[in-house]
């Protein structure tokens, strides 16, 4: 797991634990064993393990799996067997094989296996061929796609598994050093994710949230680049605040401050966490804070930085306003903090 940043390891831990997996590992003879290992990390942190090959021998997978030392129910069994000795099995904290020697690389025994399971994610490690795209597409998008020769069988097959009740589908080149840890333990990935539900999201901040944001904007407050703010300030004013959420954990956030006195509003406290920046989501952020002020009938937004002024000139096609554009009681907050920021403004 030495490729596997730990911190980002860490948040995933509670969300995978409990969970069922089902992992169809199909990859190069020479990665079996590495495979097996990062199964035994998977199944260290409470993941429940349904295992199979379309492409390795039953005893092959058992062989590596004694080796290990993974926790398996020691019979294997077929893909049309009890399901209630699978899950008691499970229960228990061992690993089920099934036998999947019979069944094409992607197929709907294993969808329905995992459906049945109520598996929370089905992944196909492949042999390093024919995966063409990568990223988190969309279920509902698939089809257009195809629409559009951009989508290959494995992808609409995916979509269909998802369609039938599986949350997420993964693809991996199984080839590839650690792909399944690096898949699964961070939010952007090294494949292909094929999901039915909110993947990326820009929602609006939960109290729960709000210790997480505090974290994320601690180091530009220290900076003086953003307004210092605690626990009772956000909670107070929570209906400000959106969050970008990428499956399941927080990224970044934005706030669109109200002034009573004005019809605009301010663009603040936007931030992305260091490890999500250049990726376009401070973007995306700034223009979900346009369309709430817009649907509020705002005529006009601003923001105040020194550090963000290329970002949001160059980028966002804001314009640099005077100090006195601005609604008076932002002004009078800005000269008595004695901070220098410059003011950028976008008329809706």
């Avoid at 228990?92 to 294993?110: H, I, N, Y």
């Avoid at 956000?234 to 019809?263: F, K, P, R």
């Avoid at 952020?285 to 105040?304: I, N, T």
């Amino acid at each position: 797991m030495s490729q596997v940043d730990v911190r980002g390891l860490l948040q995933y831990v509670p969300q995978f634990r409990g969970k069922v997996f089902v992992i169809i590992i199909d990859v190069p003879p020479a990665a079996l064993a590495e495979t097996m290992l990062d199964l035994v990390s998977l199944q260290s942190i409470g993941v429940h393990l349904v295992i199979g090959s379309t492409v390795h021998e039953l005893d092959d997978l058992l062989d590596r799996a004694a080796e290990v030392e993974l926790k398996y129910c020691q019979t294997a069994f077929q893909k049309s067997g009890n399901v209630d000795e699978m899950r008691a099995a499970l229960g228990r904290g061992q690993a089920v094989v099934v036998d999947f020697s019979a069944e094409s690389e992607f197929s709907k025994a294993q969808s329905g296996l995992a459906v049945t399971l109520s598996a929370a994610k089905l992944i196909l490690l492949t042999r390093g061929d024919g995966l063409s795209a990568q990223g988190a597409i969309r279920a509902a998008d698939v089809a257009a796609m195809g629409d559009h020769g951009d989508c290959s069988e494995i992808l609409t097959l995916a979509a269909t598994a998802c369609h039938q009740g599986v949350p997420r589908v993964h693809l991996l080149n199984g080839a590839c050093p650690a792909v399944l840890l690096d898949e699964l333990f961070s939010n952007e990935g090294v494949g292909t994710m094929v999901y039915a539900d909110s993947y990326r999201e820009i929602r609006p901040i939960r109290e729960d949230d709000i210790v997480e944001l505090l974290g994320m904007i601690g180091r530009s407050v220290r900076n003086s680049h953003l307004v210092p703010r605690g626990y009772a300030d956000i909670e107070q004013t929570l209906a400000d605040y959106s969050v970008m959420d990428i499956d399941g954990n927080v990224v970044g956030c934005v706030a669109l401050l109200h002034y009573a006195e004005a019809d605009s509003a301010e663009v603040a406290c936007l931030y992305v966490k260091q490890a999500h920046e250049g990726l376009g989501y401070g973007a995306e952020l700034v223009k979900y804070a346009e369309r709430q002020a817009q649907e509020q009938g705002l005529r006009s937004v601003f923001s105040l930085t020194n550090r963000a002024a290329h970002f949001f000139h160059d980028r966002m096609g804001y314009r640099e306003w005077q100090v006195d554009e601005i609604p008076p009681s932002r002004q009078q907050q800005l000269l008595s903090s004695g901070r220098d920021s410059r003011v950028f403004g976008k008329v809706l």
